[in-house]
T-cell receptor, first 114, second 117 residues
Framework: NAGVTQTPKFQVLKTGQSMTLQCAQD?????MSWYRQDPGMGLRLIHY?????ITDQGEVPNGYNVSRSTTEDFPLRLLSAAPSQTSVYFC????WGTGGDTQYFGPGTRLTVL | AQTVTQSQPEMSVQEAETVTLSCTYD???????LFWYKQPPSRQMILVIR??????QNATENRFSVNFQKAAKSFSLKISDSQLGDAAMYFC??????????????FGTGTRLQVFP
């Protein structure tokens, strides 16, 4: 049981490049979310999903796309990277049911956009 | 919209002493959850403690306990017998009681805790 995994751990992009941050969980959790962490601002919700095929926007969705084709995977796509997207990105998952209010986080991806 | 405020950017404590981290929140809801997460230098987000708003009893997990004041919208974390391994960034977070079609966790800006030997 690996929990929530994220790849890559580190990534450097040039402005305008695209890439996908991968997130997978093996706990059969219905809910998955993406957050970004910037200095002095805590974690902010980018997008979330309440199940396969269902996604919704969070607080800071601009510049990011998501899709959820399976319960296990929830990739985050940067279509045209900008320096403002330099951040640490966390994926999290949780389940529907008693105790499911707690989110379990992946190890994070540090992204630098030059 | 709900907000979470951590007014102490940094705190320090001597090993074996007790320290309290503050958190206040703003909401019009009556049913919700509150959390404290720890983020050590490894960057991993680790759940420290959770509190259900409809429970009056303060949550406790070993050396960690909370003082939950619902009317005052305050949720402070007390760390007793502080250890060097407690040094980390601590985040307070708020979550609406779950509904099947939404899933949002709102974080404060964090408090960096230093522990001195």
């Amino acid at each position: 049981n690996a929990g929530v995994t994220q790849t890559p751990k580190f990534q450097v992009l040039k402005t305008g490049q695209s890439m996908t941050l991968q997130c997978a969980q093996d706990m059969n959790h219905e809910y998955m979310s993406w957050y970004r962490q910037d200095p002095g601002m805590g974690l902010r919700l980018i997008h979330y999903s309440v199940g396969a095929g269902i996604t919704d926007q969070g607080e800071v969705p601009n510049g990011y796309n998501v899709s959820r084709s399976t319960t296990e995977d929830f990739p985050l796509r940067l279509l045209s990277a900008a320096p403002s997207q330099t951040s640490v990105y966390f994926c999290a998952s949780s389940y529907w049911g008693t105790g499911g209010d707690t989110q379990y986080f992946g190890p994070g991806t540090r992204l630098t956009v030059l | 919209a709900q907000t979470v405020t951590q007014s102490q950017p940094e705190m320090s404590v001597q090993e074996a002493e007790t320290v309290t981290l503050s958190c206040t929140y703003d909401t019009s809801e009556s049913d919700y959850y509150l959390f404290w997460y720890k983020q050590p230098p490894s960057r991993q987000m680790i759940l420290v403690i959770r509190q259900e708003a409809y429970k009056q009893q303060n949550a406790t997990e070993n050396r960690f306990s909370v003082n939950f004041q619902k009317a005052a919208k305050s949720f402070s974390l007390k760390i007793s017998d502080s250890q060097l391994g407690d040094a980390a960034m601590y985040f307070c977070a708020y979550r609406t009681r779950r509904s099947y079609n939404t899933d949002k966790l709102i974080f404060g800006t964090g408090t960096r805790l230093q522990v001195f030997p």
